[in-house]
């Protein structure tokens, strides 16, 4: 019978992503907000709607509401989320709306990234150093490292997801891998309870994913990437890795490999080239993964990295702490290999080329939102106007 409860929860935050997805879009392509192409970091071809991080967190909101009504047929306890946890998400879910309505300078983001950070750790979560050998028991000094380390990780792991979000379904599809990974390997020492939240999320993720996948008829904007980002760094510190406090943060930074790689080498090139490492660019390892293969295809080649980077950590989750390490290891070499692969280091990057068809200049200075197959503006209005289903085509 639980599992029947279970997977409804799961059909309730997909469908209710699916129903509000077309809704958002209509309403942000009335307003105006949308994302428009610039032909070097943006790769889509015509305006697309933005704040599908609204549905998203729709969705998960609606599946958690229903999990917490039902708990009563469920076998096991759930714990209420801590109010640092819901108040941190809506915190990051309107700072993203507001960056993508009107714009938020990166500084503020920051501050807010910290204060939901501190947040988080007054309400208890916070990585585990207790019994490392530099630190032992004495509570100020895992505290010294505890607390920096916890922020820092929180922080990352927000901006990992917003730095990732460049291609269509690239970072939906790569936040689902990794809540799917660390459900599965929480599971090994928390049971059932602490999956189902990542369960939810998931279901939030892939009604999301069937209108943002290439070709996206609406992004997530940083209302979803601020929001996803902060749901994934707070869901990375709610289980056990592993025995082994030092393996165990090493095994979520596995799960994370692929944004964390990205984000760090961002940060270390810039840094080499004297660039702000806040500075938005057009270098990422999805810019050039499209320079090799078309978007679509791209995007399927990170999500099988991303997977290489869960599996390898749920056998480190698994393994004796020298096996662990040793998987950690292996992670790393195949993370040099690919940036090797790609050049990371010494390719300089070209901006790529958009062919446009003859006359689409012209169409496009009469048409402001071509990219959505409507002969013009007035067209456009009335039919967004008109209902959708979740499964009907909004483009």
Known sequence: MEYLVIAGVFALSLGATLILIPRIRRVAIRQGWVDDPDGVRKKHSAPTAT?????????????????????????????????????????????????????????AKFVLQLGVAYALLFAGYRIEVSGLPFVGDDPF??????????????VAVINAINLIDGLDGLAAGVSIIAFAYLALIFSFHGGIAVVLPALVMVGGLAGFLVYNFNPAKIFMGDSGSLFLGFMLAAYSLEGQASLDPVLSFLTLVVVMGLPLLDTGFSI????????AIFAPDNDHIHHRMVRRWPQRQAVLWLYAVATVFGTIAVFMAMASETTGFLLFGLAMVLACVGLVRLRSFRQPYAPPVIEEAPGAADAASEVPLQGDGYSDEHEMRAAVSEDAGPFESVS
Request: proline share 6%; charged share 15%.
């Open 51 to 107: 704040l599908g991080g609204v549905g998203i967190a729709f969705g998960y909101a609606a599946g958690m509401a229903a999990l917490f009504l039902v708990q009563g047929r469920l076998p096991f306890e759930l714990a209420a989320p801590p109010p640092a946890l819901w108040g941190g998400a809506l915190v990051m879910l309107i700072a993203g709306v507001y960056d993508d309505v009107k714009g938020l300078d990166f500084k």
């Open 141 to 154: 000094q895992q505290a010294l490292v505890s607390i920096p380390l916890t922020v820092l990780w929180i």
């Open 268 to 275: 270390f090139r810039r840094f080499i080239n004297g660039r």
